[in-house]
């Protein structure tokens, strides 16, 4: 079995094995983010950002894009490929690039404090639940919980395939582990369940959720 740590993500970047990282706006995001209602000026949260073009997307709608990422490789390359100038400093445990509607910290996603997300009023999850096996996702959706705001807005898209025939990342996130995960403590509305399609040569589809914090 794959051990999912900071050194298996460090060295698919310095690798450039990013197959997760994706070349154009995703579609769901295009289609769905108006409908969250998330006013421009209204700062969005992207967990395990990478280097996504979709942070590109919600800046062009008038967001500032609060991202973290553990690789500042892909927060270089985000920066070189998308023409920005970026400031680097230092900012406690983070290092932090500002600049152009855009402050990413580089550095674990668990050493985020509440104040950190203290103006974030929505999250685009596309690429972090997915990328966590089971021990990992469990955490990952508590300490969110621990970050976020009463009404703050969740854009979460998810994958399902059978995972006994091939091993992740990307994980299976079925229906049900949303509600396990999520349910206690935010109103989920499915948007969209996309028709399945070849992934790794088995069938998979991506699930669109609007998830609401109580």
């Keep these: 079995m794959t051990i999912i740590d900071d050194a298996f993500w460090h060295d698919k970047w310095t690798k450039n094995q990013i197959g997760f990282n994706q070349a154009e706006f995703h579609p769901s995001l295009t289609k769905h983010w108006s ?29 500032h894009v609060f991202g973290i990422e553990l690789s500042e490789k892909a927060i270089k390359d985000f920066s070189h490929e998308n023409q920005l100038t970026l400031t680097r400093t230092q900012n406690g445990k ?55 705001q009463s009404g703050t807005e969740i854009l979460l898209i998810t994958i399902s395939y059978d995972q006994s025939k091939i091993s992740g990342p990307p994980f299976n996130i079925s229906s049900k582990m949303v509600e396990n995960l999520f349910g206690d403590w935010c109103n989920i509305e499915q948007l969209e369940c996309l028709p399945p399609e070849d992934f790794r040569g088995i069938q998979a589809q991506e699930t669109v959720y609007r998830l609401t914090v109580k």
């Design 35 to 63: 409908h969250l209602g998330i006013g421009k000026n209204k700062p969005v949260f992207v967990p395990l950002c990478g280097k996504s073009v979709d942070m590109v997307f919600l800046q062009k709608h008038g967001h």
């Design 94 to 148: 983070f290092i932090r690039f500002s600049g152009n509607e855009y402050n990413l910290f580089v550095g674990d996603y668990f050493d985020l404090e509440p104040k950190d997300l203290r103006n974030v009023k929505a999250v685009y999850d596309r690429a972090a639940l997915i990328a966590l096996p089971q021990g990992l996702r469990i955490k990952y959706v508590s300490h969110l919980q621990k970050l976020l």
